[in-house]
């Protein structure tokens, strides 16, 4: 929107379920957000605001369960829509902060419930949200922002019964693949966070590495 400042480095973890955003997005708020015994880390020019995961609190205030998203294509558009409106509610809280150098580590983007409307609804109702004037915004705040996929096929797939899970590994790539598909397609840059790298420790640091970069 006219007028608007877009934070320097708003950062979004995004990529299939069950591939470690979650694990990630808190070992960076750590790291970023330090408590008075901890260190701050360096060449960040504030602390950051941390958009924790929106669809959770969808699902639980809107009355919809994971088996909505498979069961019934009109709830689960109606769903992803909720999710999409609330991660742009959740964004523009963050940004709307006095600190003219306020940034926001997002677990997931507006892209996530979009593409999981392509992946259970079909096109048409992926074409409906992309056409969107919430998406509009927030597909320029990811343009003009850090972007890490988590790469689906790491080892650690749990159920904690209230994510959709895959239905067996080619679901999960097929996953990883539409998240690939749909970033490019919208010239979204991006960078990997592969499913080998398992040390959290390594993980952060190759975010910190991008940040740094930018």
């Known amino acids: 929107m006219a007028g608007e400042t877009t934070p320097a480095r708003c950062l979004y973890i995004i990529g299939p379920q069950c591939t470690g955003k979650t694990t990630l997005v808190n070992a960076l708020e750590e790291k970023y ?3 008075e015994t901890t ?3 360096q060449g ?10 929106v669809a959770r609190s969808v699902l639980k205030e809107k009355q919809f369960s994971r088996h909505d998203i498979t069961s019934s294509p009109s709830r689960a558009l109606q769903l992803q829509k909720h999710i999409l409106d609330a991660q742009f509610d959740a964004e523009k809280a963050a940004i709307s902060l006095e600190n003219p150098s306020s940034w926001y580590i997002s677990d997931r983007s507006g892209l996530d419930p979009i593409i999981y ?22 597909e320029r705040r ?6 890490m996929l988590c790469e689906a096929g790491s080892s650690w797939l749990v159920d904690d ?10 679901e999960w790539m097929r996953m990883d693949s539409a998240f ?9 840059c991006y960078t990997v966070v592969p499913k080998d790298l398992v040390s959290l420790e390594a ?7 991008c940040l740094s970069r930018m």
């Open 161 to 170: 019964g209230t994510r959709l899970m895959p239905d067996g590994r080619k």
């Open 180 to 188: 690939r598909e749909q970033l490019t397609a919208r010239g979204i």
């Open 142 to 147: 990811m343009k003009a922002g850090v972007v």
């Open 39 to 41: 260190p701050s880390a």
């Open 117 to 138: 409307a392509r992946l259970f609804v079909g096109e048409e109702g992926a074409r409906e949200m992309l056409a969107s004037d919430k998406w509009e915004e927030l």
């Open 44 to 53: 960040l020019p504030s602390k950051p605001v941390v958009i924790q995961e």
């Open 33 to 35: 957000c330090p408590s």
């Open 203 to 209: 993980r952060v640091q190759l975010v910190h590495d």
